[in-house]
């Protein structure tokens, strides 16, 4: 029986999300599955913000190098958290969408006192909050104007030990991560730094999607083929879940319509196996306007300031505590 190699970055994260794979993999098709270490340019330049739509990101900072393999034939497939993939989709390779984790953002609070199991008021958060991505800089800004947005990138424990370390009074993480990495996999062992967050008094709040949607496909995996590579391809068929895949088309679709990559601050959820509802968050004049809408209106609506405004939400952020 051949074995399949699976592409992957290297860090803790994308080892656990793998591993989860590559277990599902060979409980379907009873082919064992091995792993081939690809180093990505977004893993060699951490310092870099990711803001630029000109820069290494618009051209797939995350995923390149590991497209080059899978077109080599160094491996078969390779797993992607989605919204790392630039929205094009790219020539010669084809996706498998497994079934999505949850697409919140969470918000740790780490120096901020809320009260050890007291609800939390929004209006109480202050200080400064980590954040890598534009979307959710601007976010904070909307929602938490009260609050200094600060640029943080890094791995999850490296940003979670930053908070504990007092660096930051808050960070923004997505909920599927933290749920990956505190699984763990037979590639990466169960990681303890959300745990030991937890024990030193840092509050983990699920930030309301309505309000607050994440990052188009987040929450997703892809798993990528070579296109003319049909055998593999019939063996990961039975991973595509219909339900994500229609959900994350109608958040990509809807960045693609405004014509830039990564850099723009947008977020998207659609919610429901039906996609037939949405909330989305764009800039607009420097602002940051929320919006609800039906799904397959999201792309016009989001190239259309009138409309925009038109659909804007208003109301309290909330948070779940997450336990």
Not at 107 to 127: F, H, K, M, S, Y
Not at 166 to 174: Q, T
Request: neutral net charge; aromatic residues 4%.
């Amino acid at each position: 029986m051949s074995t399949l190699r699976l592409g992957t970055r290297m860090s803790m994260l994308a080892l656990a999300q793998a591993g989860q794979v590559a277990a599902e993999v060979e409980r379907v098709t009873g082919r064992p599955v091995v792993r081939v270490g690809i180093e990505t340019e977004g893993d060699r330049l951490v310092d870099r913000p990711l803001a630029s739509n000109t820069g290494p990101m618009a051209k797939g900072w995350f995923t390149a190098a590991i497209e080059d393999a899978i077109r080599a034939g160094r491996v078969e497939f390779a797993v992607h958290s989605l919204k790392d993939l630039p929205v094009a989709e790219t020539p010669g390779l084809t996706l498998i969408i497994p079934k999505r984790a949850d697409p919140a953002d969470v918000l740790l609070l780490g120096a901020v006192e809320q009260g050890a199991g007291l609800p939390v008021d929004a209006a109480r958060i202050a200080g400064q909050i980590g954040a890598s991505s534009p979307r959710r800089l601007a976010l904070l800004k909307r929602w938490l104007p009260q609050t200094a947005g600060a640029f943080l990138r890094g791995n999850v424990t490296t940003r979670i030990t930053r908070l504990r370390e007092g660096k930051y009074d808050g960070i923004l993480l997505a909920a599927s991560g933290l749920g990956r990495l505190a699984e763990g996999s037979a590639w990466a062992a169960a990681n303890p730094a959300l745990a030991e967050a937890r024990a030193a008094g840092v509050r983990v709040l699920r930030v309301d999607t309505r309000l607050w949607p994440g990052a188009p496909g987040q929450g997703a995996l892809a798993l990528q083929v070579r296109s003319d590579d049909t055998a593999t391809l019939d063996l990961l068929a039975p991973l595509e879940h219909a339900a994500t895949r229609r959900a994350i088309t109608l958040e990509r679709e809807a960045l693609a319509a405004l014509g830039t990559g990564c850099a723009v601050p947008f977020g998207a959820c659609v919610t429901g196996d039906a996609a037939d509802s949405a909330t989305f968050a764009v800039e607009v004049d420097g602002q940051m306007i929320v919006g609800e809408c039906a799904a397959t209106e999201l792309a016009s609506i989001v190239t259309n300031p009138d409309a925009i405004r038109a659909h804007a939400l208003t109301g309290e952020l909330t948070f779940e505590e997450m336990t």
